[in-house]
């Protein structure tokens, strides 16, 4: 059996309103084995941006337990997280999010900096980024010379270039039209089945739903279906 | 990392082109500042040692009771051998007599008639004395005729001379009253004229001989004032405290007249003018620092609000707001390094140009007693430039921490959020 690389067990997320609060996530028990390319679906307010936020380390549970690579999310400080999401942990955002001062190689560069990688040593993981992506031509462009579809490669390269076990992605390709969509999904799935990279996706957008091999369904932050499909 | 943030810098233009431009700014406006106020005081202290106060000088107790005045009924007399001592005493000093004394100046005509007559300041010092000629510059300062010869040859300034249309080689009368209050009178004749650049002196003033002013004022021997310089002619505060404090130790007792040494800074309020120079060079940096600070601070949010979605995925992607905040700090201190030297390099420019032609203040001081020189150069020295630059960085660094603060207050678990849109 595959290792869980995400274990959550009874997890809520209660946010403080006026009214006494807001319940987000609700006993959530959820395994994400590693490897796993998997969606969690439902409506605006379901919880899905929530939970990448917790997985994610960007944000506590109120309630329940939480394990991320291996790590309590909830024993988290600061600092540790931070090291968590810089050396494990991609981020693919709905609007790129790339540096306009930057050319494509020097916003895939970034990450690498961070783990104050050798030059040579990053030179050769952001050609390997980009080449996964196919945009080794437009390394020198900056984002205002790309396309919407080529600015999220550049996001998806910018994400996998420190080869992290986790790529989390929120509505990747709510921006993007149908062609974009399905090439940019086909890139993934390929570095998933490449890397062995777990992704998870928070999406509403049925294109994303469909190149999933597992969805998780929320409404109203519990967990409303958990569907495999066949022959992943 | 460092390239990384500077090419960001230099690519990004409303990050760093306005910014720099500030800096450039303040610190040309501060280094120049600095550089004029500081050549104002050297003027002030300048024309102060040459024409009033010396670096040091000795005076008796009496006479510094009513220095304003300038007493010279309570001046010595028949001190030669005590002012040989006391140049053999302190050898590290160069001493000089003066008497400066009031009189009525009396034009005659050829039949002897008064035509004209004026009130004129008289400064009498040893033209013998080659270094004493040259401590208030009248070679530079004559304008016509020529320095007194012999006995009995006067300088007057041009501005009287024109105003009561004299000639060279005229004769002029001068009534006053000697040491013990009898009733003087002499003939002098005018052998030049001249303009020191100082209106207090330049109004109504005579320069004569100190054997012409002992003789007319019935002062044998002696002098209202012992001018003494530092041969390098620039004042040191510490070195000229040491004479005075041994001198005073040495001769000064409670007699009235008992030598005593005064400072330059004991006399016409210069300890305090000093003082207050130095508070306001301090005060145009703290001013600069603060003003520049705000505008950077202002520009540092601005930049943040502009940058939000940057620094969100920055945390996003891991890094830590402590190294952002650093990030910060390391880019506003490029800028303050650039925009500092090429202030810093504009306002060199600038002061050297006033440091060569000056700025002449003439029109402004005609009316002021105050001993300044009409011409104010700028002071170019390093130490001014280095005034203004530690500033500018610090303005820029200042700003960037104030601005940066807002990191540290962004919450981590609203960047997905954030991001999103």
């Known amino acids: ?232 | 990392m460092l390239k990384f943030v500077i090419k960001g810098l230099i690519r990004d233009r409303s990050r760093s082109f306005f910014p720099v431009l500030i800096v450039t700014a303040g610190v040309l406006v501060t280094v120049f500042l600095i550089a004029f106020m500081s050549g104002y005081i050297e003027s002030m202290v300048r024309q102060n040692a040459r024409f009033d106060t010396g670096h040091l000088k000795i005076v008796t107790n009496a006479y510094a009771e009513k220095i304003s005045q300038k007493p010279y009924d309570l001046g010595f007399i028949e001190t030669e051998a005590e002012f040989q001592q006391w140049k053999e005493d302190f050898p590290s000093v160069r001493w000089t007599p003066r008497i400066y004394f009031g009189a009525l100046m009396d034009v005659p005509d050829d039949e002897g008639n008064t035509v004209e007559q004026g009130d004129v300041f008289g400064m009498a010092i040893d033209f013998s004395d080659p270094s004493a000629v040259q401590d208030i510059h009248l070679n530079e300062a004559l304008i016509q005729g020529r320095i007194p010869e012999a006995a009995g040859e006067i300088l007057l300034s041009e501005e009287l001379f024109s105003k009561l249309q004299l000639e060279l080689d005229s004769t002029v009368t001068l009534l006053g009253s000697t040491l013990y209050g009898a009733m003087s009178f002499r003939n002098y004749i005018i052998s030049g004229t001249v303009s020191f650049g100082v209106h207090a002196l330049d109004r109504g003033g005579i320069v004569t001989d100190i054997e012409d002013a002992r003789a007319f004022l019935d002062m044998p021997g002696g002098a209202s004032e012992y001018f003494g310089f530092l041969p390098s002619m620039v004042y040191d505060d510490d070195a000229v405290q040491e004479i005075k404090q041994e001198f005073n130790a040495k001769y000064n007792d409670e007699d009235d007249f008992s030598p005593q040494m005064l400072a330059l800074t004991d006399q016409n309020d210069m300890g305090f003018m000093l003082q207050y120079m130095g508070f306001a060079l301090g005060l145009i940096t703290v001013v600069f620092v603060l003003i520049i600070g705000i505008v950077l601070w202002n520009a540092g949010l601005l930049n943040s609000i502009r940058r939000y979605g940057e620094f969100g995925l920055r945390l996003a992607m891991g890094e830590r707001k402590h190294h952002l905040y650093n990030w910060l700090l390391v880019e506003a201190l490029a800028i303050g390094v650039v925009g500092s030297l090429i202030g810093a390099a504009l306002g060199m420019g600038v002061i050297q140009y006033f440091h060569v032609h000056g700025f002449n203040f003439g029109v402004f001081t005609q009316d002021t007693s105050m001993m300044v020189e009409n011409i104010i150069y700028t002071n170019l020295e390093l130490k001014n430039l280095l005034l203004g630059i530690i500033p500018g960085l610090v303005s820029t660094v200042l700003g960037a921490m104030l601005a940066g603060i807002g990191i540290f207050h962004r919450n981590t678990a609203k960047l997905f959020k954030e991001l999103e849109t």
């Open chain 1, 1 to 232: 059996m595959t290792e869980s690389l995400v274990k959550i067990r009874n997890l809520s997320k209660l946010y403080p309103t006026g009214g006494g609060g807001f319940l987000a996530l609700s006993e959530l028990d959820l395994d994400i084995p590693s490897g796993a390319f998997m969606g969690l679906v439902g409506p605006s307010g379901s919880g899905k941006t929530t939970l990448l936020n917790i997985i994610g380390t960007l944000d506590n549970q109120s309630g329940g337990e939480i394990e991320v690579l291996g790590h309590k999310v909830s024993t988290l400080d600061a600092k540790e997280s931070a090291a968590l999401r810089a050396e494990k942990i991609g981020f693919i955002f709905q609007s790129y999010n790339l540096l306009p001062v930057y050319t494509v190689y020097e916003n895939v560069e970034l990450p690498l900096l961070l783990l104050k990688m050798p030059k040579a040593q990053r030179h050769e993981a952001v050609m390997q980024a980009l080449t996964w992506v196919g945009i080794t031509d437009k390394r020198k462009s900056r984002p205002n010379q790309l396309s919407g579809g080529e600015g999220q490669r550049v996001s998806i390269a910018r994400a996998m270039v420190k080869l992290p076990q986790l790529v989390l992605a929120d509505e990747p390709t709510a921006n993007l039209d149908t062609e974009n969509s399905l090439n940019i999904l086909d890139t993934m799935l390929q570095i998933n089945k490449d890397t062995g990279t777990t992704f998870i996706f928070a999406t509403h957008d049925q294109k994303v739903i469909d190149y999933m091999q597992r969805v998780v369904t929320l409404i109203d932050g519990k967990k409303a279906k958990d569907d495999l499909k066949t022959g992943s």
